[in-house]
């Protein structure tokens, strides 16, 4: 089967299919991330649990026992997951709202979708970033394509999205992203540094001036950003986990996630996209 588009078995889909939500409705989904997913005991999970079994703390109406105190009891890494919206997706559209505890014959197959449809989300996450960004307008018609195409596979069957290539899929979007991603940057008026992939643990640039600067893939884990300017600057796959964003200025970053920000410690003086929330565990 052909990687460019769902199987003759999947649903029909229009000629411009909706955009799915792409933020997670824990309301309508079965715990698919506290069932489906794998953890180790470590600095962001209290226990080890392993894929297809059910964490310790989901109740019976697929509700967190301990949701609201999770960091206190050792479960950091559960507040910066983020589905983008998948969770709900396959619960109530790829299996017509069955849950695997009513149906278990279904769980194995709704555990295998759930990290491919998170990878769908993941990119029309990335995607529509990249049709708002105005300096991208040359990629603009080639994004629009791929979004399409990617909601079309959102929409498909369990047996279909099972054998898609989603690597192969994530490749061809990714090099448009790239090229958005150096659109959006030339505007940047700073010398653009290239962190790609780098090892920035600890690292300490506090007050820098990053506008334009590339963090692909970086490990920004605990680094000092405090004051840093961050406008501009390519945050896709860039981890964050605890560092210092207090004061920093992030508006106009591109590509950077909610579940980012969740990582790190900012506080009232970090500024952050409209589209985005402050964290609820930032200083005040």
Same mark, same amino acid.
């Given at each position: 089967?052909?990687?460019?588009?769902?199987?003759?078995?999947?649903?029909?889909?229009?000629?411009?299919?909706?955009?799915?939500?792409?933020?997670? #409705?824990? =309301?309508?989904?079965?715990?698919? $991330? $506290?069932?489906?997913?794998?953890?180790?005991?470590?600095?962001?999970?209290?226990?080890?649990?392993?894929?297809?079994?059910?964490?310790?703390?989901?109740?019976?109406?697929?509700?967190?026992?301990?949701?609201?105190?999770?960091?206190?009891?050792?479960? *950091?890494?559960?507040?910066?997951? #983020?589905?983008?919206?998948?969770?709900?997706?396959?619960?109530?559209?790829?299996?017509?709202?069955?849950?695997?505890?009513?149906?278990?014959?279904?769980? +194995?197959?709704? %555990?295998?979708?759930?990290?491919?449809?998170?990878?769908?989300?993941?990119?029309?996450?990335?995607?529509?970033?990249?049709?708002?960004?105005?300096?991208?307008?040359?990629?603009?018609? #080639?994004?629009?394509?791929?979004?399409?195409?990617?909601?079309?596979?959102? =929409?498909?069957?369990?047996?279909?999205?099972?054998?898609?290539?989603?690597?192969?899929?994530?490749?061809? /979007?990714?090099?448009?992203?790239?090229?958005?991603?150096?659109?959006?940057?030339?505007?940047?008026?700073?010398?653009?540094?290239?962190?790609?992939?780098?090892?920035?643990?600890?690292?300490?640039?506090?007050?820098?001036?990053?506008?334009?600067?590339?963090?692909?893939?970086? %490990?920004?884990?605990?680094?000092?950003?405090? +004051?840093? #300017?961050?406008?501009?600057?390519?945050?896709?796959?860039?981890?964050?986990?605890?560092?210092?964003?207090?004061?920093?200025?992030?508006?106009?970053?591109?590509?950077?996630?909610?579940? *980012?920000?969740?990582?790190?410690?900012?506080?009232?003086?970090?500024? /952050?996209?409209?589209?985005?929330?402050?964290?609820?565990?930032?200083?005040?």
């Amino acid at each position: 089967m052909s990687a460019t588009s769902p199987s003759p078995a999947s649903p029909a889909s229009p000629a411009s299919p909706a955009l799915p939500v792409l933020h997670a #409705d824990c =309301s309508n989904c079965f715990a698919l $991330c $506290c069932v489906a997913l794998p953890f180790a005991k470590s600095s962001d999970f209290a226990v080890n649990k392993a894929a297809g079994t059910p964490c310790k703390n989901l109740q019976q109406d697929f509700r967190c026992s301990v949701h609201t105190r999770l960091r206190d009891k050792g479960f *950091q890494g559960c507040t910066v997951f #983020d589905c983008f919206g998948a969770g709900q997706q396959v619960s109530q559209v790829t299996f017509g709202g069955r849950d695997w505890r009513a149906h278990p014959g279904t769980a +194995g197959s709704m %555990y295998e979708v759930f990290p491919v449809m998170r990878q769908l989300h993941e990119l029309l996450f990335y995607v529509t970033e990249a049709l708002a960004l105005p300096a991208a307008a040359p990629v603009h018609a #080639d994004l629009r394509l791929a979004r399409t195409e990617t909601v079309q596979w959102t =929409s498909a069957d369990a047996d279909a999205l099972t054998t898609l290539d989603v690597g192969a899929l994530r490749g061809r /979007i990714n090099t448009l992203l790239l090229r958005a991603s150096e659109l959006a940057r030339a505007k940047a008026p700073a010398r653009k540094r290239n962190h790609r992939g780098a090892d920035l643990m600890g690292a300490r640039l506090a007050g820098a001036d990053l506008r334009g600067a590339n963090f692909r893939g970086a %490990y920004l884990i605990a680094a000092d950003l405090s +004051g840093a #300017d961050l406008r501009l600057a390519d945050l896709i796959g860039a981890d964050f986990r605890d560092a210092d964003l207090r004061g920093a200025d992030l508006r106009d970053a591109v590509f950077l996630t909610q579940a *980012q920000l969740n990582a790190a410690r900012g506080d009232a003086a970090t500024k /952050i996209p409209a589209t985005l929330a402050r964290p609820a565990h930032w200083s005040a």
